[in-house]
């Protein structure tokens, strides 16, 4: 499976269109901060600098642009080789479907995982460099949250996962990633404080910081954020995405397995 | 059926249909090839979780949800014998939440206890008049924690809301408010309220008690508006009060009142009848037994209570001319629109110069500001709308209490001060010029930005402040905090006065700092006046007042 994982990563280093997706993954992060910067970030008085630590109380639209670009990434790393007839090739020589699936979710997986962590990390060092980090919440709890972002993060690709070799063609999976994506953001949804339901409602806890506003006839709101975030509710983060995205793996693997690849 | 959710139904429903609809499908699928219709098995899951999204989580929909798992066993499995298990299993699975979301109680209702250790904690942390009012966290921790362990027991919104209102009473801060919905909310007064016997008790200004909002039913027993009222169920009505749960829902910043109202609440007390001994007319005491009209005092005592307290009934920020000499500027709330927020109300002010100026031009002298049951607002507001009235020169407002960015607190000094951090002045413009007098007219409720104004205003020369009561006492920026059922709110922002102590909140005395300049009694004549006759008699007597004035 170690030459299919070695395979993958080539291919993926080689394709061009992957490399210029990935760096306006980036850009786009940053310049998300830009907007929220130049409209007047919520809370900021006049002539304040929007912080690194500012900046991460309100990024919750960099997990929604993760969420769409991981479609695309997801989409054509696991479906692009069932188009050219590469996975077929791959059976017929000896390889056992296992090593063939496997090998492709690992390299998927992990890469989108990376990509998430990073576009959230990038913006973020971009803003700590520019204006500094500020005390709007310590590096601790923006680190804690970025790693605990790994899990709905994986429950997510997961999903994408499934939802590709179902589809088996790159282009309308990531057509149905992108739309199952852009339906989520637009549904009038309940909130969901067990954070549990979707990878998208875990997101949206985590990046979520109880705050307190304090404010004076002619001074300015103060607002106070909680950095702490709920053992509790991590716990089933992490629990409720590993199990979704395993189930999510085993039901594309089930797929996989006794398909046709047609 | 009606309780659960439409949503929640349509999950539920989803089982059993996909269940038939599978079953149907393992047959067919069996004989073709395609392995696309093993989908199929998915689609009940997929459906479950966008509906889920869509609803909101609820544990008592759990076996909806497993039920929903289930059918992707057709999935792996793609055999006619598995799916069929999996179909019926489902269906039955599924199913088994619609009597669960409706016989076992708490459905899609949050844990109370957790609901209130969340707001509990909430408040503890950033109280800003904890120190001031030396409030025993621990102590009131102990007394509430037990009624929201029975209201969560009974699963009981009801009840949830009746603690919680207690709990907030408990601060004498008018800020501190709790409320799940306006639904819940009456029902909880009402709850609390007791039953209807057809009169409400009030207290008068020499001490005795009246019966007032009296039921047509009372009159053939000579019970009327003013009917002298020694004791309700053999206790005094002061005592009969205590029994009752809405008296101990009532916050009252200020005990002069806590004392007005003392009474208000004590004839919604008693079982199937309550006993009344009461002065007839003739003077002779007369006991009388009162059967239950209904179980909804509440409405009758919010009656009285809105005859004794409601303001001139014009629109908001209207300038009304009420005789030759005399205008009413009614101000029901210190809120204008969302752009004078902006503009520190320069728009607003304007408008209310020029309002005052034709008024002035139609020969109007004097203004009776009507700020009774104002729910209060914005101090910008508030800085406007003095600032036109004050006369001319320098008026002291507020001081800005000093916030320590870096500890994220603001910094006592002891003894009941605090570090100021700048004082809010401003230049008065005496609209009314020098023979202009001003008015003010409070009630227990006018608050916050209204307790501003009426500190604020009590301080000028050509201006009186008259009520029967003390404006609320409760001065304090107030923040609200969504919890997972209800909304708290409470004071969170420091105001002072300029030398750093508190400004207007009462501490561990009970006594706000403010008060009236002419407390009108609320006698016989007051009593007649507003609930035989129906005339608004704080006002007749602000124009008395203001005509007798001595300029």
């Known amino acids: 499976m170690k030459d299919l994982i070695m395979a993958q990563i080539y291919q993926i280093l080689r394709t061009r269109v992957y490399f210029w997706v990935f760096i306006a993954c980036l850009a786009l992060a940053a310049l998300f901060g830009v907007s929220e910067y130049l409209n007047g970030a919520d809370d900021l008085d006049d002539g304040m600098l929007l912080t690194a630590s500012d900046f991460f109380t309100r990024c919750g639209m960099i997990a929604t642009l993760f969420l769409g670009f991981s479609g695309?990434?997801?989409?054509?790393?696991?479906?692009?080789?069932?188009?050219?007839?590469?996975?077929?090739?791959?059976?017929?020589?000896?390889?056992?479907?296992?090593?063939?699936?496997?090998?492709?979710?690992?390299?998927?997986?992990?890469?989108?995982?990376?990509?998430?962590?990073?576009?959230?990390?990038?913006?973020?060092?971009?803003?700590?460099?520019?204006?500094?980090?500020?005390?709007?919440?310590p590096v601790s709890a923006a680190v804690t949250r970025i790693l605990l972002m790994a899990f709905p993060f994986f429950r997510q690709v997961c999903f994408y996962i499934l939802l590709t070799y179902i589809i088996k063609r790159p282009g309308y999976a990531f057509l149905a990633c992108y739309g199952y994506m852009c339906i989520l953001t637009l549904l009038p949804a309940q909130a969901d404080p067990t954070g549990t339901v979707l990878a998208f409602t875990s997101i949206q806890n985590l990046l979520h910081f109880d705050y307190w506003a304090t404010f004076g006839l002619e001074r300015d709101a103060q607002v106070i954020y909680d950095p702490n975030i709920d053992t509790a509710l991590a716990v089933r983060i992490i629990i409720s995405s590993l199990a979704a995205g395993a189930a999510y793996l085993w039901a594309a693997y089930s797929y996989f397995h006794k398909d046709d690849i047609e | 059926m009606d309780s659960i959710k439409n949503i929640d139904l349509v999950i539920i429903a989803l089982m059993p249909l996909s269940g038939v609809l599978l079953w149907a499908l393992a047959n067919y699928a069996e004989k073709v090839m395609s392995s696309r219709w093993r989908i199929c098995w998915l689609v009940p899951a997929f459906l479950t979780t966008i509906l889920t999204y869509l609803a909101g989580f609820e544990k008592l929909m759990l076996p909806a949800y497993i039920a929903a798992a289930v059918f992707v066993i057709g999935l792996a499995k793609p055999e006619k014998k598995p799916r069929k298990i999996a179909s019926v299993t489902a269906a039955v699975l599924g199913l088994t939440a619609l009597p669960l979301c409706t016989l076992v109680g708490g459905y899609r209702t949050p844990d109370l206890v957790k609901n209130f250790n969340n707001g509990f904690n909430k408040m503890k942390a950033h109280y800003v008049l904890s120190e001031e009012k030396e409030i025993d966290w621990d102590a009131l921790y102990a007394k509430y924690l037990p009624q929201f362990e029975e209201a969560e027991k009974k699963h009981d919104k009801v009840r949830n809301e009746i603690v919680w209102t207690k709990f907030c009473a408990e601060f004498h801060d008018l800020h501190v408010n709790y409320i799940t919905d306006e639904e819940t909310n009456k029902a909880a007064k009402k709850c609390a309220g007791g039953n209807d016997y057809g009169l409400v008790i009030t207290k008068l200004a020499d001490g005795s008690f009246a019966a007032v909002q009296v039921d047509d039913s009372l009159?053939?027993?000579?019970?009327?508006?003013?009917?002298?009222?020694?004791?309700?169920?053999?206790?005094?009505?002061?005592?009969?009060?205590?029994?009752?749960?809405?008296?101990?829902?009532?916050?009252?910043?200020?005990?002069?009142?806590?004392?007005?109202?003392?009474?208000?609440?004590?004839?919604?007390?008693?079982?199937?009848?309550?006993?009344?001994?009461?002065?007839?007319?003739?003077?002779?005491?007369?006991?009388?037994?009162?059967?239950?009209?209904n179980d909804d005092y509440y409405s009758r005592c919010k009656d009285a209570y809105e005859t004794i307290n409601q303001g001139l009934n014009v629109g908001h920020m209207t300038v009304t001319k009420l005789n030759d000499t005399t205008a009413c500027l009614r101000i029901k709330t210190m809120l204008f629109d969302s752009i004078s927020?902006?503009?520190?109300?320069?728009?607003?002010?304007?408008?209310?110069?020029?309002?005052?100026?034709?008024?002035?031009?139609?020969?109007?002298?004097?203004?009776?500001?009507?700020?009774?049951?104002?729910?209060?607002?914005?101090?910008?507001?508030?800085?406007?709308?003095?600032?036109?009235?004050?006369?001319?020169?320098?008026?002291?407002?507020?001081?800005?209490?000093?916030?320590?960015?870096?500890?994220?607190?603001?910094?006592?000094?002891?003894?009941?001060?605090?570090?100021?951090?700048?004082?809010?002045?401003?230049?008065?413009?005496?609209?009314?010029?020098?023979?202009?007098?001003?008015?003010?007219?409070?009630?227990?409720?006018?608050?916050?930005?209204?307790?501003?104004?009426?500190?604020?205003?009590?301080?000028?020369?050509?201006?009186?402040?008259?009520?029967?009561?003390?404006?609320?006492?409760?001065?304090?920026?107030?923040?609200?905090?969504?919890?997972?059922?209800?909304?708290?709110?409470?004071?969170?922002?420091?105001?002072?006065?300029?030398?750093?102590?508190?400004?207007?909140?009462?501490?561990?005395?009970?006594?706000?700092?403010?008060?009236?300049?002419i407390k009108v009694p609320y006698d016989n004549q007051a009593l007649t006046a507003l609930f035989d006759d129906g005339k608004d008699y704080l006002m007749d007597y602000s124009l008395e007042y203001l005509a007798e004035l001595e300029r």
């Open chain 1, 72 to 137: 695309f990434f997801v989409s054509f790393f696991t479906g692009d080789d069932f188009k050219d007839k590469t996975a077929n090739y791959e059976l017929m020589s000896g390889r056992l479907r296992k090593q063939s699936f496997f090998a492709r979710v690992t390299v998927t997986v992990v890469f989108n995982i990376l990509l998430g962590s990073l576009m959230m990390v990038f913006p973020l060092t971009l803003y700590a460099l520019l204006t500094g980090w500020g005390n709007s919440i």
């Open chain 2, 219 to 293: 009159k053939a027993k000579g019970i009327h508006n003013g009917t002298p009222v020694i004791s309700w169920n053999g206790i005094s009505p002061a005592e009969a009060d205590k029994q009752s749960e809405l008296y101990e829902m009532q916050n009252y910043a200020d005990e002069d009142n806590a004392k007005f109202y003392e009474g208000f609440f004590a004839a919604g007390t008693g079982g199937e009848t309550a006993e009344l001994v009461y002065t007839d007319d003739n003077g002779v005491q007369q006991t009388t037994t009162l059967p239950k009209l």
């Open chain 2, 341 to 517: 927020e902006k503009d520190d109300h320069a728009a607003m002010q304007n408008e209310l110069r020029e309002n005052i100026l034709a008024m002035k031009e139609q020969g109007v002298r004097d203004i009776v500001i009507d700020i009774r049951e104002n729910n209060g607002g914005s101090g910008s507001m508030v800085k406007a709308i003095a600032q036109l009235f004050a006369p001319e020169g320098e008026h002291y407002y507020v001081t800005d209490a000093y916030w320590d960015d870096t500890s994220h607190s603001y910094k006592s000094e002891g003894g009941g001060k605090w570090m100021t951090d700048h004082d809010i002045v401003f230049d008065g413009e005496n609209i009314l010029g020098d023979e202009g007098r001003i008015v003010v007219l409070v009630t227990a409720h006018s608050v916050s930005a209204a307790d501003h104004i009426t500190k604020l205003m009590s301080g000028f020369d050509n201006t009186t402040i008259i009520g029967f009561t003390e404006s609320s006492g409760s001065a304090q920026g107030v923040s609200p905090t969504d919890l997972d059922l209800g909304m708290l709110s409470f004071s969170s922002s420091l105001m002072l006065n300029k030398d750093g102590s508190v400004f207007i909140d009462s501490g561990t005395d009970y006594q706000s700092g403010i008060e009236v300049d």
